[in-house]
């Protein structure tokens, strides 16, 4: 079956360390997003990429990095200058432009203490 | 700029009509409207692409004035599988969306 996976469903970490979010495809698109929601609030870009080697920020950037060596795969990293990191992470992706449904993933829920 | 929709929040009667607004300040190239239930991932329910037409979904359906840069949903004979929040993805074709706040709605038997 064609679709997106992030894992893990929940992640607890502790204030000041780095966590990575996984996120994979395999319905071959040649995008990929992470958003991130907040209880009771719509979804905020945090980076996006089209190909494979090159990604661009979103609106809420500061404190995330990302990577997309392989097409299917585009970890979100929530390094430590994130100030306030606990949140609902959502991966998606999409054929090339705003013209293509995007699919999500089932989310991660990251709580940082 | 995210886009606004409105109303926030919508209770309806199993049978009921509803309409939910989502208003850009950019001239638009799409808007996409998904569904999200509680904890769970957004689900596609339609797009509406610049110079195309009204999209429909059995008794939901949208529209998408260009010239206002505005769309609307319809749910129509709402059912309770209907509840959920709403939200509007606008896209100025820069290749990415920008989501509203959402609008949740409940059907109640």
């Known amino acids: 079956d064609g679709g997106i996976t992030q894992s893990p469903k929940y992640l607890f970490r502790k204030e000041g360390q780095n966590v990575t979010l996984s996120c994979e495809q395999n319905l071959n698109h040649d995008a990929m997003y992470w958003y991130r929601q907040d209880p009771g609030q719509g979804l905020r870009l945090i980076y996006y990429?089209?190909?494979?080697?090159?990604?661009q920020k979103g609106d809420i950037a500061e404190g995330y990095s990302v990577s997309r060596e392989k097409k299917e795969s585009f970890p979100l990293t929530v390094t430590s200058a994130q100030k306030n990191p606990t949140a609902f992470y959502l991966c998606?992706?999409?054929?090339?432009?705003?013209?293509?449904?995007?699919?999500f993933g089932p989310g991660t829920r990251l709580t940082v203490t | 700029q995210q886009p606004v929709q409105s109303p926030q929040a919508v209770i309806l009667r199993e049978g009921e009509d509803a309409v939910i607004n989502c208003s850009s300040s950019?001239?638009?190239?799409?808007v996409h409207w998904y569904r999200q239930k509680h904890g769970e991932a957004p689900v596609f329910l339609m797009i509406?692409?610049?110079?195309?037409e009204q999209k429909g979904h059995e008794k939901i359906s949208a529209s998408f004035n260009e010239k206002k840069q505005q769309s609307s949903l319809y749910l129509t004979a709402s059912q309770l599988s209907y509840s959920g929040t709403y939200f509007c993805g606008t896209d100025p074709n820069d290749y990415k969306l920008s989501f509203g706040a959402g609008t949740t709605v409940t059907v109640r038997a």
């Open positions: 950019k001239a638009l190239y799409s």
């Open positions: 990429s089209q190909i494979v080697n090159d990604f």
């Open positions: 509406l692409l610049k110079g195309g």
């Open positions: 998606a992706s999409s054929g090339w432009d705003g013209s293509y449904e995007q699919y």
